[in-house]
């Protein structure tokens, strides 16, 4: 039975923890609280996230980072992408030296404008051979209830994406692999910030001819800057980008959907952050992607909209028409 740690236990790392539980392995979640170790080891089941959602008996939790750590072949970080520098500079003390990270987190860093997988590089010192991600149409609720869905595995290494394919993959769960880190990590967070602009043309009433326009011109962007950075566009045609979209951008499970549709109501972001113990990391990752892009040269404007709506700066509805204002081109430019 192959160990595995997942640090965060919030919906995704939960929900990913009975995954990896259900395909055979030994899963000890890292927890900051007390209370949800609690529930998870005497209810088995995390009550704050999913309650009445049981989880096998070889998933455990623990508040201690080593005793999650110990003797790991894999570790799962599932916490908020602009956290993670902060905790995993913390936890590199205890991890095991040869462990394969696997990475569920969806966004860019403020500041530095890494990817996650580079934020690990930098942190741990490991090489892109020991650094997986798993991105996908993969709302944390559907897969904690093992409704059937699909991801991609995500390592420079295909031998070590095919271990990380075999480690998740269950009758319920079923991964594809890739060695485009890049491409799966940039779908993976721009789709975010395009759910943000989708949930706000909800939030303002607009129906299924808007919300359609927003998805296709999000994911051409989001395609023009994976091809600028190197990634495969087909990619972005695949689970990682054009499924994780259309399931982020049409879920009402979505946190960043529904965090636009209270901008597009009025809500300021500081409301919304006040109303909701969850993160919806596309509200900190727009201004980082737009960074990212304006860097290499790509012309963003979702990603500019939607953060200067982010930051208060316009409204959601003059974000709307003010893409309907912009020049008009080839629809391939």
């Known amino acids: 039975m192959t160990k595995v740690a997942v640090f965060g236990a919030g919906s995704w790392g939960t929900a990913f923890s009975r995954v990896l539980a259900d395909a055979g392995n030994e899963v000890t979640i890292w927890a900051r609280r007390e209370e949800v170790c609690a529930s998870i080891n005497e209810q088995h089941e995390n009550r704050e996230y999913f309650p009445g959602i049981e989880l096998p008996d070889t998933v455990r939790a623990t508040t201690d980072p080593g005793e999650a750590a110990w003797e790991a072949e894999f570790v799962v970080l599932s916490v908020p992408s602009q956290k993670l520098r ?3 500079t913390t936890w590199t003390g205890v991890l095991p030296p040869d462990a394969v990270f696997v990475s569920l987190m969806k966004g860019v860093e403020l500041g530095s404008t890494k990817r996650m997988s580079e934020v ?12 997986s991600v798993v991105s996908g149409p993969n709302l944390a609720r559907e897969i904690a209830l093992r409704e059937p869905a699909a991801s991609v595995v995500a390592c420079a290494d295909e031998d070590v994406a095919h271990r ?10 079923r991964p594809y692999r890739s060695t485009d880190v890049l491409g799966c990590e940039l779908g993976g967070a721009y ?10 043309a909800v939030g303002l009433g607009f129906g299924d001819n808007t919300t359609a326009s927003l998805i296709t011109r999000g994911l051409a962007e989001t395609a023009r800057l994976a091809q600028r950075l190197g990634a495969d566009p087909m990619t972005l045609m695949g689970l990682a980008g054009l499924g994780d979209l259309v399931a982020t951008c049409s879920s009402p ?3 960043n959907r529904t965090f636009g549709e209270k901008l597009g109501q009025g809500m300021t972001t500081e409301e919304i952050i006040a109303s909701t113990r969850q993160v919806a990391e596309g509200a900190k990752s727009c201004a980082s992607i737009y960074d990212l892009a ?10 500019e909209h939607v953060d200067r709506v982010v930051r208060g700066e316009i409204s959601a509805r003059d974000m709307m028409y003010a893409f309907i204002a912009r020049d008009t081109k080839h629809e391939k430019d």
């Open 294 to 303: 304006a860097k290499h040269g790509v012309d963003a404007p979702v990603a």
């Open 86 to 88: 902060e905790n995993l």
């Open 253 to 255: 499970l979505s946190r």
């Open 191 to 200: 789709k975010n910030v395009i759910a943000l602009c989708v949930g706000m």
């Open 120 to 131: 690990i590089a930098e942190v741990t010192g490991a090489g892109p051979e020991r650094i």
């Open 164 to 173: 990380v394919q075999q480690l998740c993959h269950t009758q319920a769960f």
